[in-house]
């Protein structure tokens, strides 16, 4: 059973640029869920999917989009990055109807902007 | 108003000493409840959940969750400096999603 990776792993790019951070998901699982978590602060909810479908959404800006693939693989993308934007993003995957087990977390990808 | 609340610490205690680990939340239809520790530069490591009122112990951890009061804590017994880390409650409220608290910084001293 593989777990939930992300890549890249470090990425800088510049104000205004687009950035795709991928994600696979753990074998079985068919929900992943994205979060934002910036220098000492808490996770913070982006998006979930479920069967390809955007599934719940957090108070982040349309530039922030996603994609999740047939086989549950997702992509986050963002646009017009700002330098607010610079944090560490987290992919989780998990059964959708069994939430209550908690969420599987990715090694993260961590963006930088400048 | 933040859904989930921690003191931010840092919570500093000898080593062998018990660590105590509060969070607590806002008043919706909460379901789940989860502690997670992170290291510095890692992800989120899930430890412990928790569902029904009252203490669930798993090894040295121990989750407590009361829901009339909105708090669940976690306590670490004969705290060990590898226990030195971030720990994150975390709580699902009718969505299928988690909020997370900020987080308490723990730092165990040899």
């Known amino acids: 059973e593989t777990g939930v990776t992300q890549s890249p792993t470090h990425l800088i790019k510049t104000r205004g640029q687009q950035v795709t951070l991928r994600c696979s998901s753990q074998s079985g699982h068919n929900t992943v869920s994205w979060y934002q978590q910036a220098l000492g602060q808490g996770p913070q909810f982006i998006f979930q999917?479920?069967?390809?479908?955007?599934?719940g959404r957090g108070n982040f800006p349309p530039r922030f989009s996603g994609l999740q693939f047939p086989n549950y693989s997702s992509e986050l993308n963002v646009n017009a990055l700002e330098l607010d934007d610079s944090a560490l993003y987290l992919c989780?995957?998990?059964?959708?109807?069994?939430?209550?087990?908690?969420?599987?977390f990715g090694s993260g990808t961590r963006l930088t902007v400048v | 108003q933040k859904e989930v609340e921690q003191n931010s610490g840092p919570l500093s205690v000898p080593e062998g000493a018990i660590a105590s680990l509060n969070c607590t939340y806002s008043d919706r239809v909460s379901q789940s409840f989860f502690w997670y520790r992170q290291y510095s530069g890692k992800s989120p490591e899930l430890i412990m959940s928790?569902?029904?009122?009252g203490d669930k112990e798993d090894g040295r951890f121990t989750a407590q969750l009361n829901k009339a009061s909105q708090y669940v804590s976690l306590l670490i017994r004969d705290s060990q400096p590898s226990d030195s880390a971030t720990y994150l409650c975390?709580?699902?409220?009718?969505?299928?999603?988690?909020?997370f608290g900020t987080g308490t910084r723990l730092t165990v001293i040899p």
């Open positions: 999917y479920y069967r390809e479908e955007e599934n």
């Open positions: 975390a709580v699902r409220f009718r969505a299928n999603n988690l909020f």
């Open positions: 989780a995957s998990s059964f959708r109807l069994l939430g209550d087990y908690g969420y599987t």
């Open positions: 928790i569902y029904s009122n």
